[in-house]
């Protein structure tokens, strides 16, 4: 499926500033896969060291948040667009 | 080391929300121009938002997803860029905690100001590394008249 995935700001520095990325893929978990074997640098910033996406990383499939769906195995379809949106969060202690 | 320009009245309006919602962790969006052809990274406006972390508001802060589309949008209406974000530390110092790192953004400015028993004082900006283990100081420059100054200038 060819879909298109939106880079956040902070990312484009990874991304060779393209603000979206088209790609072939037939999952969530494909296009993002996709995505980091193209920009690899992406790679420390989408996962922790354990592979699982970082807590403040929210993957949406056409505004609908993949958690909410079947999350990396969500299936896409062609024109769909995923877009990668930041959560902010920090705090004074360790 | 980074520059980061910020209007004084902007400056004076984190710290006053910094002692407002003392003893608890105040936060917000920082929009602005990320600067080309060499001229500085510039604060035009800032978006109080509400502190979304009510198990632990004393030493966290949390923004929502939405809350960062609200502010992105706000800021393309603008003709602005979401450039970073602004907290504060209550009885801390202004200097990020391992916990701001390992939820920091690469490139975003991240402003804190500590603020002590109510009372707003050091106040300074960081921007997290590309290998994402350290952050790198950015020198705040306040500026009275800087170029998104009111329009009645």
């Known amino acids: 499926m060819a879909i298109k995935v939106m ?15 088209e790609l072939q893929a037939g999952t969530v978990g494909e296009a993002l896969a996709a995505l980091t074997s193209q920009f690899s640098e992406l790679r420390k910033h989408l996962y922790a ?8 990383v929210n993957v949406y499939l056409n505004d609908e948040d993949i958690r909410y769906l079947q999350k990396d195995k969500t299936q896409v379809s062609d024109g769909d667009t995923i877009s ?3 959560s902010i969060a920090g705090g004074a202690r360790g | 080391m980074g520059v ?15 002692a407002e919602t003392y003893p608890h962790e105040c936060c917000g969006a920082l929009l602005g121009s990320d600067g080309d052809g060499g001229r500085a990274r510039e604060v035009s406006e800032i978006v109080p938002l509400t502190n979304q972390r009510n198990d632990s508001p004393r030493n966290r802060f949390s923004i929502t997803p939405e809350d960062v589309r609200d502010a992105e949008t706000a800021a393309r209406k603008a003709g602005l860029d979401l450039i970073g974000w602004y907290h504060s530390h209550p009885d801390a110092p202004a200097r990020p905690s391992e916990f701001d790192r390992e939820h920091a953004w690469p490139w975003y400015s991240y402003i804190i100001v500590s ?4 009372v707003p004082r050091d106040m300074n900006s960081w921007r997290l590394a590309d290998d994402r283990g350290h952050y790198d100081a950015e020198e705040i420059v306040i500026d009275a008249r800087a170029s998104g100054a009111r329009s009645t200038v």
């Open chain 1, 7 to 21: 880079i956040p700001t902070p990312l484009r520095a990874y991304t060779e500033k393209k603000d979206s990325v």
């Open chain 1, 49 to 56: 060291e354990d592979g699982r996406l970082r807590s403040f």
């Open chain 1, 84 to 86: 990668i949106v930041p």
């Open chain 2, 4 to 18: 980061l320009r910020l209007r004084e009245e902007l400056s004076e309006r984190i710290r006053a929300y910094g």
């Open chain 2, 115 to 118: 603020v002590q028993e109510r």
